[in-house]
């Protein structure tokens, strides 16, 4: 490792420690990834932003990783409950597909989510179904002395594990009111570790176990999946805020359990916080979410929602408004439009020393991925007049690695979108504002108006006299 201590916060403790790894050579962590029962929404891909920053900065800091994001395209239940409607099954009725299907499409569309973020693909991305047996295993071998029957399926008895829900720390009769009672379990906090299907239900996904035709647990899969890629313990577990209070902790507990000890599975148990609107947090529940393409669709380059991400701490809340993802915009344009001119004045003569600009970097990600305070540093590199364009921009290549903002190879056009019923093109737009120049030029302004109202029917704002020079976007009703 080089530069600063890094520091991370880890939530088990709710302190920031020194990071060391259990094995220099190679660091793991492990992310829980999406239920793939709809598309995700911008609040669950601040996770994902969060966590490749985490992997980036290990990466910066010289350490080897293996990064696991697992699939979850086994359907849990409508809430961290034992009771209610299967999420994948639900989509499955809804759209009349098959729950294969449904799983197959979503998990693309969340893939292709991270690509447009510039999101690093992990190491691998295992899919739960492919994990059952092992899941069957898992349960057998915790069942005798942690583990009880009902009619509904096999449940954990969390009373058997040693400071059950250390990671939450919150009082019983606080997580008592986000778990729907279940008939016969020993405690509140009791989770399936496998649901039985009942008589006469239909269910796509369901297989044989010990404790009757069925599915798995939500929480079942992290613990099989993250032991079986990383081992019984390793560096990290990442996730949301809300997977603090009920899903980690009844990880941790199955945890024990198989090992037959009080360790946790992870060193560090790190978390992000929610994104919100006006209206509350982020959520599917009401059926109507913002989604990555929801911002496409009104003239935003992906990048500029991850800038808005990076402009706040991870374990802040962010609040997304559309005035503050417009910012963020404005801000990455002004950052590709600095980093074109420094191109365009390179002529490969480095002059002065950006280290100091490097030492800051480092300072600022080691400091719990502070990326808010990392930003400011690229501005007063790009800015720094004593430096010269190819030495600047030789800098920049760490700001890109750590940051992931792309800025040695995002082009100004690369940032004109359009949405997707778009009726004319990126480049039927460039051909109409210069023959419209052309026309402001031989002052017929009659064509002028004309070309510009063509575009405005087209669904495209001229915009004259921009600051910053951009000539148009799109409108989204």
């Given at each position: 490792m080089t530069g600063s201590p890094l520091t991370l916060y880890n939530s088990l403790t709710r302190a920031t420690e020194t990071f060391a790894p259990i094995d220099p050579a190679n660091v793991r962590v492990y992310s829980c990834g999406p239920t793939v029962y709809n598309y995700a929404h911008i609040g669950n891909l601040r996770a994902y932003v969060f966590t490749d920053t985490l992997s980036r900065v290990?990466?910066?800091?010289?350490?080897?990783?293996?990064?696991?994001?697992?699939?979850?395209?086994?359907?849990?239940?409508?809430?961290?409950?034992?009771?209610?409607?299967?999420?994948?099954?639900?989509?499955a009725r809804a759209r009349?597909?098959?729950?294969?299907?449904?799983?197959?499409?979503?998990?693309?569309?969340?893939?292709?989510?991270?690509?447009?973020?510039?999101?690093?693909?992990?190491?691998?991305?295992?899919?739960?179904?492919?994990?059952?047996?092992?899941?069957?295993?898992?349960?057998?071998?915790?069942?005798?002395?942690?583990?009880?029957?009902?009619?509904?399926?096999?449940?954990?008895?969390?009373?058997?594990?040693?400071?059950?829900?250390r990671l939450a720390r919150v009082a019983d009769d606080?997580?008592?009111?986000?778990?729907?009672?279940?008939?016969?379990?020993?405690?509140?906090?009791?989770?399936?570790?496998?649901?039985?299907?009942?008589p006469g239900e239909n269910r796509q996904m369901e297989w044989d176990s010990p404790w009757?035709?069925?599915?798995?647990?939500?929480?079942?899969?992290?613990?099989?999946?993250?032991r079986k890629y990383l081992g019984d313990g390793f560096d990290i577990h990442t996730g949301g805020i809300d997977h603090r209070e009920i899903h980690h902790p009844n990880e941790i507990a199955q945890n024990q359990a198989h090992c037959d000890c009080a360790d946790t599975g992870a060193r560090f148990w790190m978390h992000?916080?929610?994104?919100?609107?006006?209206?509350?947090?982020?959520?599917?529940?009401?059926?109507?979410?913002?989604?990555?393409?929801?911002?496409?669709?009104?003239?935003?380059h992906p990048l500029a929602y991850r800038l808005m991400c990076l402009s706040a701490h991870?374990?802040?809340?962010?609040?997304?408004?559309?005035?503050?993802?417009?910012?963020?915009?404005t801000r990455l344009k002004r950052l590709v439009m600095a980093v074109e001119a420094l191109r365009a004045r390179d002529d490969g003569t480095e002059k002065g020393d950006a280290a100091p600009y490097l030492a800051r970097l480092d300072e600022a990600v080691s400091d719990d991925l502070n990326t808010p305070r990392a930003l400011p540093v690229l501005d007063d590199l790009l800015?720094?007049?004593?430096?010269?364009?190819?030495?600047?921009?030789?800098?920049?290549?760490?700001?890109?690695?750590?940051?992931g903002l792309p800025l040695l190879t995002l082009a100004r056009a690369?940032?004109?979108?359009?949405?997707?019923?778009?009726?004319?093109?990126?480049?039927?737009?460039?051909?109409?504002?210069?023959?419209?120049?052309?026309?402001?030029?031989?002052?017929?302004?009659?064509?002028?108006?004309?070309?510009?109202?063509?575009?405005?029917?087209a669904g495209v704002e001229v915009m004259d006299g921009d600051p910053l020079g951009w000539d148009w976007k799109p409108v989204v009703d």
């Open positions: 290990l990466t910066w800091k010289g350490y080897p990783l293996t990064h696991i994001i697992n699939i979850t395209d086994v359907g849990h239940l409508t809430s961290d409950a034992d009771a209610g409607d299967d999420k994948m099954e639900a989509a009349a597909m098959s729950i294969w299907d449904i799983a197959a499409h979503y998990t693309a569309a969340f893939k292709q989510n991270l690509s447009d973020l510039n999101i690093r693909e992990p190491s691998k991305f295992p899919l739960a179904t492919d994990h059952i047996a092992e899941m069957i295993a898992f349960g057998e071998k915790i069942a005798p002395k942690h583990c009880y029957r009902l009619e509904s399926g096999l449940y954990f008895d969390v009373s058997t594990v040693p400071d059950y829900g606080e997580r008592e009111g986000r778990i729907d009672p279940v008939a016969g379990k020993r405690n509140p906090q009791d989770f399936a570790i496998w649901r039985t299907s009942a009757g035709r069925g599915a798995p647990g939500w929480h079942l899969e992290c613990s099989v999946m993250s992000n916080n929610f994104l919100v609107e006006r209206a509350g947090k982020m959520s599917k529940s009401s059926g109507d979410f913002t989604t990555l393409q929801s911002l496409v669709d009104r003239g935003f991870y374990r802040s809340e962010l609040e997304f408004s559309w005035e503050n993802l417009a910012a963020a915009f800015a720094d007049k004593k430096l010269s364009p190819a030495t600047r921009l030789a800098a920049l290549g760490a700001f890109v690695d750590v940051l690369d940032l004109r979108v359009m949405p997707a019923a778009a009726t004319i093109t990126p480049a039927g737009i460039e051909t109409r504002l210069t023959e419209r120049k052309a026309a402001r030029v031989a002052k017929d302004f009659a064509r002028s108006d004309a070309l510009r109202d063509d575009l405005a029917a």
